[in-house]
C-alpha cells in the first residue's frame, strides 16, 4: 500500500471547519483513500473514503486532488468530540477486501472551545 | 450499521496465565477480521489476518503459537494471548471485513495488562 504523511497535530476552533490535509504522492490507480479517526482508548471509527472523485457523508467531506497525490478531509462545524487521532490510509481494499490496514501516525486534531 | 463487538474491555492477568480476547461481528457475517495490537503513544499495527474456517495468516515478527487466533464462525473470531508477560501489555483492536466498500468496522478495542 501507498505511504501517506500526514502533519503531527493541528488546532481548530469549535464550530470552525477542520481542514486535514494528507499526503499520498505514490497512489495507484487502484487504491482507494480511506480517513479514519480514533478517540482516545476506543477503536479507530470509518469517517469516510473514495477513489478518484469527491465524496460527503454526514460526517465529513473529502476532496481528493485531480492527480490523486493529495486529499483533504473535511469536517464542516467541527465540536469538541471530534478531537481525535486522524488516519489517512491508502488501500486497493474497498472495505471487504482480504487486506489489513496500514496505519500510519496520523494527525491529532486538537478542537479548541 | 456494521458493529464488531470485542470483548473484554479490559483485563488484568498474572504473568504466565492465557487470556482470551473475542471479537464478533453483530449485524453481518464478517468473512476476514484482522487483530491490530497499540502501544501507548503509538499507532496501530497489525498482528494477524482470520478467515473463517482457515488458519490465520501473522504479520512478519508476531508469533503465532503466543498469539492464537480461531475464526470458528462468519460472526466470531478470538485471540488468546498465551503465557502473557509485561511485554504483551497493550491495546488490541480487532476489525472484520464483509459489508463491501463502507471501510472496515473495528471493535472498542481491550486494554490487557499483565502483571
Known amino acids: 500500500d501507498a505511504k501517506t504523511t500526514q502533519p503531527t497535530s493541528m488546532d481548530c476552533a469549535e464550530g470552525r471547519a477542520a481542514n486535514l490535509p494528507c499526503n499520498h504522492s505514490?497512489?495507484?490507480?487502484?487504491?482507494?483513500v480511506y480517513w479514519y479517526r480514533q478517540i482516545h482508548s476506543q477503536g479507530p471509527q470509518y469517517i469516510i473514503h473514495?477513489?478518484?472523485n469527491n465524496e460527503t457523508n454526514e460526517m465529513a467531506s473529502l476532496i481528493i486532488t485531480e492527480d490523486r497525490k493529495s486529499s483533504t478531509l473535511i469536517l464542516p462545524h467541527a465540536t469538541l468530540r471530534d478531537t481525535a487521532v486522524y488516519y489517512c490510509?491508502?488501500?486497493?481494499?474497498?472495505?471487504?477486501?482480504?487486506?489489513?490496514?496500514?496505519f500510519g501516525k496520523g494527525t491529532h486534531l486538537i478542537i479548541q472551545p | 450499521g456494521a458493529v464488531v463487538s470485542q470483548h473484554p474491555s479490559r483485563v488484568i492477568c498474572k504473568s504466565g496465565t492465557s487470556v482470551k480476547i473475542e471479537c464478533r461481528s453483530l449485524?453481518?457475517?464478517?468473512?476476514?477480521m484482522f487483530w491490530y495490537r497499540q502501544f501507548p503513544k503509538q499507532s496501530l499495527m497489525l498482528m494477524a489476518t482470520?478467515?473463517?474456517?482457515?488458519?490465520?495468516?501473522?504479520e512478519q515478527g508476531v508469533e503465532k503459537d503466543k498469539f492464537l487466533i480461531n475464526h470458528a464462525s462468519l460472526t466470531l473470531s478470538t485471540l488468546t494471548v498465551t503465557s502473557a508477560h509485561p511485554e504483551d501489555s497493550s491495546f488490541y483492536i480487532c476489525?472484520?471485513?464483509?459489508?463491501?466498500?463502507?471501510?472496515?468496522?473495528f471493535g472498542s478495542g481491550t486494554r490487557l495488562t499483565v502483571v
Open positions: 505514490t497512489i495507484s490507480g487502484n487504491e482507494y
Open positions: 476489525s472484520a471485513s464483509g459489508q463491501g466498500g463502507y471501510g472496515y468496522t
Open positions: 490510509i491508502v488501500s486497493r481494499s474497498p472495505g471487504g477486501g482480504a487486506d489489513g490496514l496500514t
Open positions: 482470520s478467515n473463517e474456517g482457515s488458519k490465520a495468516t501473522y
Open positions: 473514495g477513489l478518484k
Open positions: 449485524d453481518f457475517q464478517a468473512t476476514t
